[in-house]
């Protein structure tokens, strides 16, 4: 809906990389122009961000697929620094730990700012496709004027309205995985792997300069799903989604086999 609003052809579209992938679909069906910026190595926001004359600029925020997150006093500079709108897009920010992380405080004094939330992580609602945005009155009525008649069914309603109403629900749950993604990285650290800071429901686990495919592929043959993005950026890591503590307990196991058997055949 926001892409709708405000990108035709030819504008410009600003998001950091690598991130969340569909920003690239939505921009080409507007025939807007995309125009990326790298994330340094330790995915701080890009000062290059700050300077682009683009339409609309995304900020995914805990990032996907690394899971750091960027504080709000830069995401505030960023937002007064774009001639366009910014839309900091929080799918996964029940999951960041601290108070003060979310960007819905800036938005009284930001009238160019989106925030964007869904009931598809923290919520455990993600074939509802239930999402709420939140920005200035103007944006607002701007966005319902290209949105869809009927975009959300009954039972979408009903099921995000029933969720609202019981946090104490979703905190708990946040709270198992926020312990959940400590031991997970803890044990990815113990293998070998260095593992960003993630304040998401899932970590991202690099081996820099080692290429993954194989072991993304020997996991899968072992029936273990992970995430692998065959991009130059990102070909030495995996996005691991934070499981149940025994589903952790075997990714690990079986992991820590498929190390000493490379090791094993690499010394022969």
């Not at 330790?42 to 805990?62: G, I, M």
């Not at 996907?64 to 006093?73: A, D, Y």
């Not at 709270?175 to 993604?181: D, L, M, S, Y």
């Not at 593992?195 to 020997?218: C, D, T």
Request: net charge positive.
């Amino acid at each position: 809906m926001l892409v709708r609003c405000f990108v035709g052809p030819g504008d410009r579209v600003a998001y950091p990389v690598p991130t969340y992938t569909l920003y690239d679909t939505l921009v080409a069906i507007q025939e807007g122009e995309g125009v990326t910026v790298d994330y340094p190595p330790d995915f701080s926001l890009p000062e290059a961000l700050y300077s682009h004359q683009a339409a609309l600029t995304f900020l995914c925020n805990p990032n996907s697929p690394s899971g750091t997150l960027v504080p709000l006093k830069q995401i505030e500079r960023l937002a007064r620094s774009v001639p366009g709108v910014l839309v900091v897009d929080e799918a996964y920010i029940d999951f960041a730990q601290g108070d003060g992380v979310s960007a819905l405080s800036l938005i009284r004094g930001l009238p160019n700012l989106v925030v964007l939330r869904s009931f598809s992580k923290s919520f455990s609602l993600a074939g509802m496709r239930i999402g709420l945005a939140f920005a200035a009155e103007e944006i607002i009525r701007g966005m319902t004027k290209v949105k869809d008649s009927y975009n959300l069914n009954r039972l979408s309603i009903v099921a995000a309205r029933a969720a609202l109403e019981d946090l104490f629900w979703m905190r708990r749950n946040v709270e198992r995985i926020q312990k959940t993604r400590e031991k997970l990285a803890q044990g990815l650290f113990q293998l070998g792997f260095s593992v960003f800071p993630s304040q998401a429901n899932f970590v991202m686990a690099r081996k820099g300069g080692k290429k993954l495919r194989g072991l993304y592929e020997e996991l899968k043959r072992r029936q273990i799903l992970v995430r692998y993005f065959d991009t130059p950026a990102l070909q030495d890591s995996l996005r691991i989604t934070v499981g149940t503590p025994q589903q952790v307990k075997i990714l690990l196991r079986e992991m820590g086999m498929i190390s000493a058997a490379q090791r094993l055949a690499e010394r022969r």
